[in-house]
C-alpha cells in the first residue's frame, strides 16, 4: 500500500514539474504584457501631461495594471529616496527583473529602456518609448509562441516522465 501511495506521488510530483515549467513560460509572457502596457502609458502620459518620468514611475507603481511587474515598486522607492529614474529602474529591474520571469534577453531589453529615462526631451522620450515598445513586442510575440508550443511540451513530459518512471519501478 505505501509502494503504491509512493508511486503515486513520484508520478504525481513529474506531472507537477511539468505545470511549473509551463507556468513560468505564461508568467514570463504576462510579465512582458504589463511591460508593453507600461511603456504605452508612459508614452501617453509623457505626451499629454510632460510630466517628470520619475513623477510618472511613481504613479504606475501604484497601478493595478503594472502589478507584475515586481521590480517597479522598488524603482518608486528609490525615485522616493532621490534616486534618479534610469538608475532606479536599473537597479530594481537587476534586483526583482529574475522574480517576474523575465529572460536575459527581455532584462536586457527592459534595462537598455530604463537607461534612456528623463534624458530626453518629450520628443526625446516618446521616440524612446516608440522604439522600445517595438523591440518589446518582438520578444512578446516569442514569449507568446514559447508558451503555447513549449507549454503543452513541458507539461506532457512531466506526466510521460513521471508515469515512466513509476513504470520502471513496478
Do not use: N
Amino acid at each position: 500500500m505505501i509502494r503504491v501511495i509512493g508511486l503515486l506521488l513520484v508520478a504525481l510530483t513529474g506531472a507537477g514539474a511539468g505545470l511549473c515549467a509551463s507556468s513560468m513560460l505564461h508568467r514570463r509572457t504576462a510579465s512582458l504584457e504589463a511591460a508593453g502596457r507600461l511603456m504605452r502609458w508612459l508614452s501617453t502620459r509623457i505626451r499629454y501631461s510632460a510630466a517628470p518620468v520619475g513623477e510618472l514611475l511613481l504613479d504606475a507603481s501604484q497601478q493595478q495594471e503594472f502589478r507584475a511587474l515586481s521590480f517597479l515598486g522598488g524603482a518608486a522607492q528609490d525615485i522616493r529616496e532621490g534616486i534618479d529614474p534610469a538608475t532606479a529602474w536599473s537597479r530594481s529591474l537587476a534586483a526583482g527583473g529574475k522574480s517576474g520571469g523575465f529572460s536575459r534577453s527581455d532584462r536586457e531589453l527592459l534595462d537598455g529602456f530604463g537607461s534612456g529615462l528623463g534624458k530626453t526631451d518629450v520628443e526625446g522620450q516618446l521616440s524612446h518609448c516608440e522604439l522600445f515598445g517595438g523591440l518589446l513586442e518582438e520578444h512578446l510575440q516569442q514569449a507568446r509562441a514559447d508558451a503555447a508550443a513549449k507549454g503543452r511540451l513541458y507539461t506532457t513530459l512531466g506526466v510521460i516522465g513521471g508515469a515512466a518512471f513509476v513504470l520502471l519501478m513496478l
